[in-house]
């Protein structure tokens, strides 16, 4: 199946600064990725759908402006965190649609973000 | 009604035997579904999909599906301690656009 890759899988950045997240699909091109935050023991929350040269979809309740999805080329899309608070701390994941799995989505292994 | 529901466990079940995780969904015209296995701390793993009615089985794993009753489940067979995880149901609706993931069942093998 298809490889998406993630990094950083970890990041600890001070209140205020900014994060960048990247996501690559290894051998396939993703035409779109879709971006997930999940809290501890709680569920994947979509964020935002990022389509290759268009603007992100955000999901209602999240702020595009802190939240910047840019997806430049097939096989990459990136997440930025604005003027991160700890409230922004959690599990960040990237995922794209899988053509040798049904087009289920194959995820990233996950970025966690501690804003301290 | 939520779109995908699981029961959120946990679910206990002793090694060796068959763990039986149910899913159900509320578009009708939903097309195709999965199962995603999820460590705790580590994203979620695609490991079956079904289109059709029926079961559909790969090694110790079978899909099952029941359009009619719109209900999706999972078995395990011959239960590891490996097995314990979340399981994520998630299902493509009819608009075959995004697939909706349901909230989970913890599953736990004990020895």
């Known amino acids: 199946g298809a490889v998406v890759s993630q990094h950083p899988s970890w990041v600890i950045c001070k209140s205020g600064t900014s994060v960048k997240i990247e996501c690559r699909s290894l051998?396939?091109?993703?035409?779109?990725m879709f971006w997930y935050r999940q809290f501890p023991k709680q569920s994947l929350m979509l964020m935002a759908t990022?389509?290759?040269?268009?603007?992100?979809?955000?999901e209602q309740g999240v702020e595009k402006d802190k939240f910047l999805i840019n997806h430049a080329s097939l096989t990459l899309s990136t997440l930025t965190v604005t003027s991160a608070h700890p409230e922004d701390s959690s599990f960040y994941i990237c995922?794209?649609?899988?053509?040798?799995?049904?087009?289920?989505?194959?995820f990233g292994s996950g970025t966690r973000l501690t804003v301290v | 009604q939520k779109e995908v529901e699981q029961n959120s466990g946990p679910l206990s079940v002793p090694e060796g035997a068959i763990a039986s995780l149910n899913c159900t969904y509320s578009d009708r015209g939903s097309q195709s579904f999965f199962w995603y296995r999820q460590y705790s701390g580590k994203s979620p793993e695609l490991i079956m999909f079904i289109y059709s009615n029926g079961d559909k089985e790969d090694g110790r794993f079978t899909a099952q599906l029941n359009k009619a009753s719109q209900y999706v489940s999972l078995l395990i067979r011959d239960s590891q301690p490996s097995d314990s995880a979340t399981y994520l149901c998630a299902v493509r609706g009819s608009s075959a656009s995004k697939i909706i993931f349901g909230s989970g069942t913890r599953l736990s093998i004990r020895p």
């Open positions: 051998d396939f091109q993703a035409t779109t």
């Open positions: 995922s794209a649609p899988d053509p040798l799995k049904g087009y289920g989505y194959t």
């Open positions: 990022s389509n290759e040269g268009s603007k992100a979809t955000y």
